[in-house]
């Protein structure tokens, strides 16, 4: 009796092996070409990558793949959403966003289907090269509809035989397109803007060049070149970009022994402080007239002392120059002049100083005065 009951387990248990094994046969059966794809290196400035797995249906029923999930929103797949008959394939395409993301990294991918335990994974690995970081620029400063990063141009010392560029990032904030003219400039100065027209929150750039070949004397140069903004349906606007640059000797191929027998500038000081000025409550009758403080130059060099320039860019400051050639150990006295009634809240200027001293040509006096 008890063998008789084995049996019928026995029979019981391969009747269901046999179900089970016909079922499995029966069903639809998930397969890919590859579990881990490893993109290698990818550069995050290039964007988006992307790779597409082959999934194949080993089974004999039709594999659907209800839904596909990532482990990172930073990877997004598409698959084949109509059924996958039995041996024959679809596509699962994956796509993996590096911006903001540089390193190595392992993203799973997990489909859900019909087959199996109904989850499936595959994964993505790589490593991402970090792009170039760029300065980000803000627009403090307008023409129209034209935002720019700065409205003046300093350029290093420049040589009469060489030329230097600068460049002004730019930005349309309007909702048209705008273009830029250029007006008068000096033959020395060269200007472009790229693109031509800017639509729409484009940006852009405004590149000068300077030409050292084309001027004719050394020191300070300050220009004023005036920038038309057009926009169609809008009225012209037109303001100045100030360019500025210190036009220098060239002392490359000077000798350690001859700028040793050069002249040599020495400045009795390198601040200029007026100090508090009057205000109209002091009602003092001369608040109107200058206050003037003075500055000696002296040559402590062994040959004749060149000043090319003494000027200052603030048009709030004046000069009254001294000699411009002084010989060795003379001395020369330049004033500096100011408005009280000019100075609203404080100044803070720079005035540059040119000169042919080869160990130190450019020099400068910094003047300061508030209310």
Same mark, same amino acid.
């Given at each position: 009796?008890?063998?008789?009951?084995?049996?019928?387990?026995?029979?019981?248990?391969?009747?269901?092996?046999?179900?089970?094994?016909?079922?499995?046969?029966?069903?639809?059966?998930?397969?890919?070409?590859?579990?881990?794809?490893?993109?290698?290196?990818?550069?995050?400035?290039?964007?988006?990558?992307?790779?597409?797995?082959?999934?194949?249906?080993?089974?004999?029923?039709?594999?659907?793949?209800?839904?596909?999930?990532?482990?990172?929103?930073?990877?997004?797949?598409?698959?084949?959403?109509?059924?996958?008959?039995?041996?024959?394939?679809?596509?699962?395409?994956?796509?993996?966003?590096? #911006?903001?993301?540089?390193?190595?990294?392992?993203?799973?991918?997990?489909?859900?289907?019909?087959?199996?335990?109904?989850?499936?994974?595959?994964?993505?690995?790589?490593?991402?090269?970090? !792009?170039?970081?760029?300065?980000?620029?803000?627009?403090?400063?307008?023409?129209?509809?034209?935002?720019?990063?700065?409205?003046?141009?300093?350029?290093?010392?420049?040589?009469?035989?060489?030329?230097?560029?600068?460049?002004?990032? *730019?930005?349309?904030?309007?909702?048209?397109?705008?273009?830029?003219?250029?007006?008068?400039?000096?033959?020395?100065?060269?200007?472009?803007?790229?693109?031509?027209?800017?639509?729409?929150?484009?940006?852009?750039?405004?590149?000068?060049?300077?030409?050292?070949?084309?001027?004719?004397?050394?020191?300070? !140069?300050?220009?004023?070149?005036?920038?038309? *903004?057009?926009?169609?349906?809008?009225? #012209?606007?037109?303001?100045?970009?100030?360019?500025?640059? #210190?036009?220098?000797?060239?002392?490359?191929?000077?000798?350690?022994?001859?700028?040793?027998?050069?002249?040599?500038?020495?400045?009795?000081?390198?601040?200029?402080?007026?100090?508090?000025?009057?205000?109209? !409550?002091?009602?003092?009758?001369?608040?109107?007239?200058?206050?003037?403080?003075?500055?000696?130059?002296? @040559?402590?060099?062994?040959? @004749?002392?060149?000043?090319?320039?003494?000027?200052?860019?603030?048009?709030?400051?004046?000069?009254?120059?001294?000699?411009?050639?002084? !010989?060795?150990?003379?001395?020369?006295?330049?004033?500096?002049?100011?408005?009280?009634?000019?100075?609203?809240?404080?100044?803070?200027?720079?005035?540059?100083?040119?000169? @042919?001293?080869? @160990?130190?040509?450019?020099?400068?006096?910094?003047?300061?005065?508030?209310?």
């Amino acid at each position: 009796m008890i063998l008789d009951i084995k049996k019928i387990i026995c029979a019981i248990v391969l009747l269901f092996g046999s179900i089970i094994a016909g079922m499995a046969q029966n069903a639809p059966q998930i397969s890919v070409d590859q579990q881990v794809f490893n993109f290698g290196s990818i550069e995050e400035a290039k964007g988006l990558t992307s790779h597409v797995f082959t999934i194949t249906n080993s089974g004999d029923k039709p594999l659907v793949i209800s839904r596909v999930t990532a482990s990172c929103g930073c990877t997004r797949p598409e698959w084949t959403k109509e059924p996958i008959a039995a041996g024959k394939t679809g596509i699962l395409k994956v796509t993996y966003n590096p #911006n903001g993301r540089p390193g190595p990294f392992y993203k799973t991918i997990t489909l859900y289907s019909n087959a199996g335990k109904g989850r499936y994974n595959v994964a993505i690995k790589g490593n991402v090269i970090p !792009k170039e970081l760029t300065p980000e620029f803000s627009y403090p400063y307008a023409i129209g509809n034209l935002k720019l990063h700065t409205k003046n141009v300093l350029f290093n010392n420049l040589r009469q035989n060489e030329s230097l560029g600068e460049k002004i990032s *730019v930005k349309n904030e309007g909702k048209t397109s705008i273009q830029v003219e250029f007006g008068k400039m000096p033959d020395f100065i060269i200007a472009d803007m790229k693109p031509t027209s800017l639509k729409p929150e484009e940006t852009g750039e405004i590149t000068f060049l300077i030409d050292g070949r084309k001027i004719k004397h050394k020191g300070r !140069k300050l220009v004023h070149i005036p920038l038309t *903004v057009k926009a169609a349906g809008e009225k #012209n606007t037109t303001e100045s970009v100030a360019l500025a640059a #210190n036009v220098i000797d060239d002392f490359s191929k000077m000798s350690a022994r001859e700028k040793a027998k050069g002249p040599a500038i020495h400045i009795s000081g390198t601040l200029l402080d007026f100090g508090k000025l009057p205000s109209k !409550k002091n009602k003092i009758p001369f608040i109107s007239s200058k206050i003037t403080g003075t500055v000696d130059i002296t @040559n402590t060099g062994k040959s @004749n002392l060149i000043i090319h320039s003494f000027t200052s860019d603030n048009e709030l400051i004046s000069i009254n120059r001294g000699k411009k050639e002084i !010989k060795p150990g003379e001395t020369t006295t330049y004033k500096v002049s100011i408005r009280p009634k000019d100075v609203k809240v404080r100044l803070e200027a720079l005035v540059n100083i040119i000169s @042919n001293d080869p @160990n130190g040509p450019v020099r400068l006096l910094k003047v300061t005065a508030h209310k």
